[in-house]
C-alpha cells in the first residue's frame, strides 16, 4: 500500500507540476489573447448542454419521447465512479449493489437482463453468475447513455422486453480541443473512506482521417465502511480497466472504426458478493475474478441523410467470473476447487436509414446473435455444462412527421430463436414483434406522447452456475412482454415538467426452481415518474419522484422471489443542483438520493423496505490561468447515513436472516486531472 502511496503521490506532483509549466508559458501569451482563451476554456468543460441527445441519430422523434439521456457534459460533472454514480439523477432507474463487482441496473423496477443492453452497438448481458454483476461498465470513458423505459423501437435489438440501454463510448472528436489534433489527459483521485488511489490515462490524436485512442485506468484500495462506522469485508478494490480505438473517415464521412475494452477485477469478495453475509459457517469472503470484454468493427456515413445512410457493427461480448474455492455445506469445509462460468455472445446488424424528407424516414435491417453460456467445477460438473442460442431477426422502424405539431413512430420485428439445453434439448421459436409511438404538441409550451409494444423475446440463456441442477426443459415456452407508456412534458424559458405513466407485464418469462426443472411464471410492474427542473446561465437544478409496484404471479415480491425480473424498489427520489462561478472560475454542485418507506415485502410476508436520506456535494475549480489543469472535491454522504441502496437484494430480510450490502459512509474524494 506504501508503494501505490508513493506511486500516486508522484503522479498528482507530475500532474501539478506540468500544470505549472503550462500555465508559465501561458502567461507569457499576449493579453489581447485573454478573452479568447476563457470562452475556449468553458467550451472545454461544456458543463451545460442544451443538446443532451446530440449523439442520437433519432432524436426528437416520438420513439424518444420518455428516454432517460446521460450527455457526455453531465458524465464530466459528475465524475462518476460506478454504474450507481452514472444514473444518479433520474429517480427511475436504480442500481443495487455497492460495488462494481455486484451493481444491477433495474428501470423501472425491471432487472437489465430484460432489456436489449449494448456497448458501441454490441450486445451485452452475458449473465454468469446472479451474485455478482452483469454488466460491469467502466464510466470514465462513456460519452453517452440512453434508455428507453418500457417502449423500444425496433432497431433497438433483439431482448427489448423491458425498455433497452444503449452505452457509447468517447471518439478522439469527443476529447481533442479545439484545433488540436491530438492530446492526452491523466488524473489521480483519493477517497478516504476505503483509502482507494485511482489512477486514469488517455492519449488520442488523429491525422488525415486516421484516428487512435488508448485508455487505461487502475484502482486499489482497503474495504470502506458503512454509515455505522463498520468496516464491510471484501470491498476493497482491485481494479483494471482499458479502452482501445482505431478509426479512419474519409472526407465524404465513410467512417469505419474498432474497438476493445476489457475490465478486470480480481479481490476477494463477500462469500455471495451481493449482499453482506448471513448467519452460517459459510466462510465470510472468498475470491471472485471477474473479467468482461467487448470487442467491435462498424461501418456507417457521418452526416448521411440521403437514402443511403448505413450502419454495420460486428462484434463480440463475454463475461467470465472465476471463484477458486466452494463451501461443502456436507462438511462444512472449504474446498479448493475452481468454478469456472462464463458466457459469450457474437452479434451483428446491418441496416439502412432512408431518409424521405425532413422529418421522415425509415430504418430497415437485419440482425444476429449466437450466444453460448458454460459452467464447469471439479466435484459436480466436471464435464461442464452448457446452453446455447441463435437468434436471426429483421426489422423495420418509420419515423415521420405527418403533421407539423405530429410526430409518430412504428416498427416491427421477426425473430427466429434455436435454443439448445444442458442436455440437448433443442426448442425453434419464431416471433413477432410491434410498436407504436405518437408525440404531440398542445401548444408551445405542452406536449403529449403515448407509446406500446408487444415483444417476442425466445428463451433467455439462465445463469451457468446452476446449470448442474437442471434436469429437465418441459414445457417451457419463449417469453412476451407487452409495454405501455404515456406522459404530458411542459417547458417554457428554461422551466421543465413532465409526468409519466407506465406499465409492463411478461408472460411466460422463464424462471428457475428448486425442483430442478425450468417453467414459466408472469410478473407485471406499473407505476408513474413525475420530474421538474430548470436551467440559467451557469447552471441548472432538476428533481424527480419515481414510485413503482412489482408483481409475480399477481403477488408481491421479496428480493429472492423477484431474483432475474426485478426488484421492490416503490418511490424513490434523486435531485441535483449545479452553478459555476465564472469569476472565481469554480463549479459546485449538490445531489441527494433518497428513498421513502416501501411496505409492499410487508405483504410479501418480510419487512418493510426502511426510507433514507443521502446528500452528497462537490466543488470543482478549473482556473484560467492553469486552464489545462482541474482540482475537483467531493463530500459524498455528507450526514453518514447507513442504508442499503433501494434495490439492493435483502433489505427486507433482517440482519437476523441476512446482512444487506451497505453503501459507504461519508467520504471525501480529491481528484486531480490535467490535459495535455
Do not use: C
Request: overall charge negative; glycine content about 10%; hydrophobic content about 35%.
Amino acid at each position: 500500500m506504501l508503494d501505490r502511496v508513493r506511486l500516486s503521490l508522484l503522479l498528482t506532483g507530475t500532474i501539478l507540476q506540468s500544470a505549472l509549466l503550462a500555465g508559465g508559458s501561458a502567461a507569457q501569451d499576449a493579453s489581447d489573447t485573454a478573452t479568447a482563451q476563457d470562452e475556449t476554456t468553458l467550451d472545454t468543460i461544456r458543463l451545460f448542454s442544451n443538446e443532451p441527445d446530440r449523439f442520437d441519430k433519432h432524436k426528437g422523434a416520438a420513439d424518444r419521447a420518455n428516454s432517460v439521456y446521460i450527455s457526455l457534459e453531465d458524465l464530466q460533472l459528475t465524475n462518476p465512479q460506478n454504474l450507481k454514480d452514472v444514473f444518479a439523477g433520474d429517480a427511475s432507474i436504480s442500481v443495487g449493489g455497492a460495488m462494481g463487482p455486484s451493481q444491477k441496473v433495474y428501470v423501472n423496477s425491471i432487472d437489465e437482463l430484460n432489456l436489449a443492453v449494448t456497448v458501441d452497438g454490441v450486445l451485452q448481458n452475458n449473465r454468469v453468475f446472479h451474485h455478482n454483476t452483469t454488466n460491469y461498465i467502466d464510466p470514465n470513458m462513456l460519452k453517452s447513455v440512453r434508455v428507453d423505459p418500457g417502449v423500444a423501437p425496433a432497431d433497438a435489438g433483439p431482448g427489448a422486453l423491458g425498455g433497452s440501454i444503449v452505452y457509447e463510448t468517447v471518439d478522439v472528436g469527443d476529447l481533442l480541443e479545439e484545433g488540436r489534433d491530438y492530446g492526452a489527459f491523466a488524473s489521480v483521485s483519493y477517497d478516504t473512506n476505503n483509502n482507494t488511489f485511482t489512477e486514469t490515462g488517455s492519449a488520442y490524436g488523429r491525422y488525415e482521417g486516421f484516428e487512435l485512442l488508448g485508455y487505461i485506468k487502475f484502482a486499489n484500495g482497503d474495504n470502506y465502511s458503512d454509515g455505522n462506522g463498520n468496516e464491510i469485508n471484501g470491498t476493497g478494490a482491485d481494479f483494471l480497466s482499458y479502452l482501445g480505438k482505431a478509426a479512419y473517415q474519409s472526407a465524404e464521412g465513410h467512417r469505419f472504426e474498432v474497438r476493445a475494452q476489457q475490465v478486470q477485477d480480481d479481490a476477494l469478495r463477500p462469500y455471495r458478493a451481493n449482499f453482506g453475509g448471513i448467519p452460517s459457517t459459510e466462510p465470510e469472503v472468498r475470491e471472485y475474478d471477474i473479467d468482461q470484454r467487448s470487442y467491435s468493427a462498424s461501418y456507417e456515413i457521418e452526416g448521411a441523410d440521403g437514402l443511403f445512410d448505413p450502419n454495420v457493427v460486428l462484434g463480440y461480448s463475454e463475461s467470465s467470473t472465476k471463484i477458486p474455492y466452494f463451501f461443502f455445506r456436507r462438511t462444512g469445509t472449504l474446498l479448493p476447487i475452481k468454478s469456472d462460468g462464463k458466457a459469450w455472445t457474437w452479434s451483428g446488424k446491418a441496416e439502412n436509414t432512408f431518409h424521405l424528407n425532413e422529418g421522415n424516414k425509415i430504418t430497415a435491417g437485419i440482425d444476429f446473435y449466437n450466444s453460448e453460456s458454460q459452467y464447469s467445477d471439479a466435484l459436480y460438473s466436471p464435464q461442464g455444462y452448457k446452453e446455447k442460442a441463435r437468434n436471426i431477426g429483421f426489422y423495420a422502424q418509420a419515423r415521420l412527421t405527418p403533421l407539423e405539431r405530429l410526430r409518430l413512430s412504428f416498427g416491427g420485428r421477426g425473430d427466429n430463436q434455436w435454443f439448445t439445453g444442458t442436455e440437448g434439448t433443442e426448442l425453434d421459436n419464431f416471433g413477432l414483434s410491434g410498436n407504436a409511438y405518437a408525440e404531440f404538441d398542445l401548444n408551445q409550451y405542452f406536449t403529449v406522447n403515448a407509446g406500446y409494444s408487444n415483444v417476442f423475446g425466445g428463451i433467455d440463456l439462465e445463469e451457468n452456475f446452476i446449470f448442474d441442477s437442471i434436469t429437465s426443459y418441459d414445457g417451457l415456452k419463449p417469453v412476451r412482454s407487452q409495454n405501455l407508456i404515456a406522459g404530458l412534458k411542459f417547458e417554457h424559458s428554461g422551466f421543465t415538467v413532465s409526468g409519466d405513466v407506465f406499465q409492463t407485464r411478461f408472460d411466460n418469462y422463464r424462471e428457475y426452481t428448486s425442483t430442478l426443472k425450468v417453467h414459466n411464471t408472469d410478473f407485471k410492474v406499473e407505476g408513474f415518474k413525475i420530474g421538474a427542473g430548470y436551467q440559467w446561465e451557469g447552471g441548472f437544478v432538476k428533481i424527480s419522484y419515481s414510485n413503482s409496484d412489482l408483481k409475480k404471479d399477481g403477488d408481491y415480491v421479496d428480493s429472492y422471489s423477484a431474483s432475474e425480473i426485478g426488484a421492490p424498489i416503490g418511490q424513490v427520489i434523486a435531485a441535483e443542483i449545479v452553478h459555476t462561478f465564472e469569476k472565481y472560475d469554480l463549479t459546485v454542485g449538490s445531489s441527494i438520493d433518497a428513498a421513502l418507506e416501501y411496505d409492499a415485502t410487508n405483504k410479501a410476508g418480510y419487512n418493510a423496505l426502511p426510507s433514507y436520506f443521502v446528500a452528497n456535494a462537490f466543488a470543482e475549480y478549473n482556473p484560467k490561468q492553469f486552464e489545462h489543469l482541474t482540482l475537483r472535491l467531493e463530500a459524498n454522504n455528507i450526514f453518514d447515513e447507513n442504508y442499503a441502496s433501494r434495490s439492493t437484494y435483502g433489505v427486507e430480510y433482517g440482519e437476523a436472516e441476512l446482512s444487506p450490502l451497505y453503501e459507504p459512509g461519508r467520504s471525501f474524494l480529491l481528484k486531480a486531472q490535467l490535459k495535455f
